[in-house]
T-cell receptor, first 112, second 111 residues
Framework: ELKVEQNPLFLSMQEGKNYTIYCNYSTTSDRLYWYRQDPGKSLESLFVLLSNGAVKQEGRLMASLDTKARLSTLHITAAVHDLSATYFCAVDRRNTGNQFYFGTGTSLTVIP | DAGITQSPRHKVTETGTPVTLRCHQTENHRYMYWYRQDPGHGLRLIHYSYGVKDTDKGEVSDGYSVSRSKTEDFLLTLESATSSQTSVYFC??????????FGPGTRLTVL
């Protein structure tokens, strides 16, 4: 079974600071996803990373993928309060019947 | 929102009663999934479907069954609900580029 680990699980940061969330997975994967979830809401797709070295950026968030290290990062630049949410990474394994596996999530709180 | 709806959105039931949750999609996607979300566990796959009448188990399938008699509907049934099945249930589909998209969720409470 594919294991996906995220750290930290909880992150409290001040506005204007930078930080990185890490997502490690245990076996080779075709692609990696990042999602955002606000309290009481569904998951919103942020990024899809398809290959080694892939980098995607949207606003203050940047995601990258290193398939050799089995590691993805979600970097937050100059955090603002609106980024407060829970962030999940998920990893695809096509040869498991198209299943995808989630990390436990990182709860981010940005303090004014 | 990839045309995914879930019903009911909220349900409170008693231990031992059967419960069926419905996921409906409007865009003819082949793959559909049921996940449950619990604090400290992220999202865990219950069952998934890769076509009409084609389903398979996920990592937490005990106590759940599914059916897919039409492309657009994927039903999750708790034959005899238990308190441990109190959770938020999300349905997901794979879009045309294979990105998973999620429905709005169903909050189930088993008393």
């Amino acid at each position: 079974e594919l294991k996906v680990e995220q750290n930290p699980l909880f992150l409290s940061m001040q506005e204007g600071k930078n930080y990185t969330i890490y997502c490690n997975y245990s076996t080779t994967s075709d692609r990696l996803y990042w999602y955002r979830q606000d309290p009481g809401k569904s998951l919103e797709s942020l990024f899809v990373l398809l290959s080694n070295g892939a980098v995607k950026q949207e606003g203050r968030l940047m995601a990258s993928l290193d398939t050799k290290a089995r590691l993805s990062t979600l970097h937050i630049t100059a955090a603002v309060h609106d980024l407060s949410a829970t962030y999940f990474c998920a990893v695809d394994r096509r040869n498991t019947g198209n299943q995808f596996y989630f990390g436990t999530g990182t709860s981010l709180t940005v303090i004014p | 929102d990839a045309g995914i709806t879930q019903s009911p959105r909220h349900k409170v039931t008693e231990t031992g009663t059967p419960v069926t949750l419905r996921c409906h999609q409007t865009e003819n996607h082949r793959y559909m999934y049921w996940y449950r979300q619990d604090p400290g566990h992220g999202l865990r796959l219950i069952h998934y479907s890769y076509g009409v009448k084609d389903t398979d188990k996920g990592e937490v399938s005990d106590g759940y069954s599914v059916s897919r008699s039409k492309t657009e509907d994927f039903l999750l049934t708790l034959e005899s609900a238990t308190s441990s099945q109190t959770s938020v249930y999300f349905c997901a589909i794979r879009s045309r580029d294979s990105t998973p998209f999620f429905g709005p969720g169903t909050r189930l409470t088993v008393l």
